[in-house]
């Protein structure tokens, strides 16, 4: 999980063990060690265009991502 707050070194490693489809709630196999934010909607218009929403990488499968 990437870094959501000011410190740009905190990400966190971790496996997801189970997703709820119906309320979005993840569970994973530790605690994550950082402090992490989130938000359903986009937070660009609160923060001057700034989404503080972090990215979730699935590492275990051949993804590739394009910016």
Do not use: C
């Amino acid at each position: 999980m990437a870094p959501t707050a000011i410190q740009n070194k905190h990400s966190d490693y971790v496996n997801i063990k189970a997703y709820d489809i119906k309320t979005g709630l993840v569970t994973f196999d530790r605690p994550l060690q950082n402090y992490h934010w989130g938000a359903y909607e986009s937070t660009a218009s609160d923060y001057n265009g700034v989404d503080m929403r972090g990215e979730v990488v699935l590492l275990s499968r051949n993804v590739k991502i394009i910016g």
